[in-house]
């Protein structure tokens, strides 16, 4: 019987408390997290001033309505363990889409 991919790495995926005691650095997945977070935010202003940008010149703008989401912490280290990634290192380098 082949193992879970939580046994394999030794990963548990209860929670936060596991994640930052298994996978990260003490300062934890929040600390990691931040940097996306970050970005995300850079984008949604940049996007949110095109659009105000493109109302103010085109009186309209083709862009609606503008959503943006991080995934939750728990969802990243399910993912980190499908893939067997057991460290932030791997999880920021092996992980395309934490979406």
């Known amino acids: 019987m082949k193992d879970s991919p939580s046994q394999q790495t030794g990963v548990s995926v209860t929670g936060e408390t596991a994640a930052e005691q298994l996978m990260f650095p003490p300062d934890g ?7 996306y977070r970050f970005g995300i935010d850079e984008m949604m202003t940049k996007i949110n001033i095109l659009k105000d940008e493109f109302t103010y010149t085109h009186e309209y703008s083709p ?37």
């Open 29 to 35: 997945l929040s600390r990691f997290l931040m940097t």
């Open 63 to 99: 862009i609606e309505h503008v959503t943006s989401r991080l995934k939750e912490p728990k969802s990243i280290v399910e993912k980190a363990c499908q893939f067997q990634k057991s460290t932030a290192r791997n999880v920021r380098s092996g992980l395309h889409s934490l979406d």
